[in-house]
Structures are given as C-alpha cells and as structure tokens.
C-alpha cells in the first residue's frame, strides 16, 4: 500500500525567504509519480510540481523545486523568494503511473507567509 | 483555472438525505475521479470513472455512488447521509490513457446535520 506522510502541520516564514516542506513516502512498486500540490483559500487544488520517479533529476517549475531522495523515500519542496500568494495548504501526493490510478495525498503543512 | 467545474459550491442536508454532487470535466478528458477532503484532512479517493465505467473504488461504502455520462461530466451521489460525510468534495479529470496528471474542480463543501 501507498502512504504519504508529511510531519509538519503548520509553517511561517518572511517574504521573499526561502522555505523547504517536507514529505516521506512508502511504496512497493518501481514506477510512480510524486507531486506537491496546493490548496489556498479557494479550495482549488493546483498541481504545483511533478516527479517521475525514474527521472533522476529533480523537477523544476520556477520558484519551486524538489530534492527528490529514491532510496530514503523523500520528496521535499523548496520554496525560493517567497510571495504572499504562496500562503496556502500544500500537499504531497504519490500515484502508481501507467494505470491513471488513485493519488493518495499526506495531510498537508499549513504554509504561512508572512508581510 | 483548471477547467474542471463542479455544483453546487456549497450545500446543507440533514442526516439521512441523499445527495447529488456534480461535476464537468476538462475538455478532451475521459477520466474522473472523486476524492472526499474532511477538514484539516488530504482527500482521500472515492473512486473513478473512464469512459462511463467504474475503475477503481477507494474505500468507501456501497451508499457512495457515481455515474459518468456520455459527454465525460459526472455525478456523485451519497445515501443516508451521515454527519461523518460533512467535507469538501473534490472531483479531477485527466485524458487516462497513461496521462495521470488529474486537474481539480473548486469543490462542493457539503454540511450534514
């Protein structure tokens, strides 16, 4: 079975600094995906960066990046220049690929930016 | 915007109702998936329908229910609702066919009491 676990609830951090999120994962197949997904007040749930876990180099989408560790099952978010906007809930998902399969989310770390 | 829309926003039923939530997926997607999101929770997966099938059930009892229509929109129904079933309901479409990515609608924030 897939598990997604992400151990901090709740950060702050100032604008314009730098923040990391953390996420751990478990799964016995050798072909998945693994997102960061963010959820603002709105309730949309926007896809903000994705990993194939065959792909050994870490996913880039501007401002976000991963640091993605295969053997030690982690995937982590970093934030750079952190916006306002940013405030949001960010989940960590996996899902099995090549089988348009279920994405199993962690509960999710409450990011806070602060003015 | 993910093009994914869902209705109503927002709804209110008392226990023992049943319940019908709706969804259109993106243009081109054949594939739809429901999640329920209890507060301060990740969404967990009800299950997903492809081309008008079910393909795939979380685990989620028999009064949780779905169809998906010809035109790919789709609909989540709920038996005998119970005050557990208060959440946000999320529906996301994807193209299927190996393409996973799943783009989300707002969500129905559904209230039993």
């Known amino acids: 079975a897939q598990t997604v676990t992400q151990s901090q609830p709740e950060m702050s951090v100032q604008e314009a600094e730098t923040v990391t999120l953390s996420c751990t994962y478990d799964?016995?197949?050798?072909?998945?995906?693994l997102f960061w997904y963010k959820q603002p007040p709105s309730r949309q749930m926007i896809l903000v960066i994705r990993?194939?876990?065959?792909?050994?180099q870490n996913a880039t989408e501007n401002r976000f990046s991963v640091n993605f560790q295969k053997a030690a099952k982690s995937f982590s978010l970093k934030i750079s220049d952190s916006q306002l906007g940013d405030t949001a809930m960010y989940f960590c998902?996996?899902?099995?690929?090549?089988?348009?399969?279920?994405?199993?989310f962690g509960k999710g770390t409450r990011l806070h930016i602060l003015p | 915007e993910t093009g994914v829309t869902q209705s109503p926003t927002h709804l209110i039923k008392t226990r023992g109702q049943q319940v019908t939530l709706r969804c259109s997926s993106q243009?081109?997607?054949?594939?739809v998936s429901w999640y329920q999101q209890a507060l301060g929770q990740g969404p967990q997966f009800i299950f997903q329908?492809?081309?008008?099938?079910?393909?795939g059930r979380g685990n989620f009892p028999p009064r949780f229910s779905g169809l998906q229509f010809p035109n790919y929109s789709s609909e989540l129904n709920v038996n005998a609702l119970e005050l557990d079933d208060s959440a946000l309901y999320l529906c996301?479409?994807?193209?299927?066919?190996?393409?996973?990515?799943?783009?989300f609608g707002p969500g129905t924030r559904l209230l039993v009491l």
């Open positions: 996301a479409s994807s193209l299927g066919q190996g393409e996973e990515t799943q783009y």
């Open positions: 799964t016995s197949e050798s072909n998945y995906y």
């Open positions: 990993q194939e876990a065959y792909k050994q």
């Open positions: 998902a996996s899902q099995l690929m090549n089988r348009d399969d279920k994405i199993i």
């Open positions: 243009s081109g997607h054949n594939t």
């Open positions: 329908y492809y081309r008008e099938e079910e393909n």
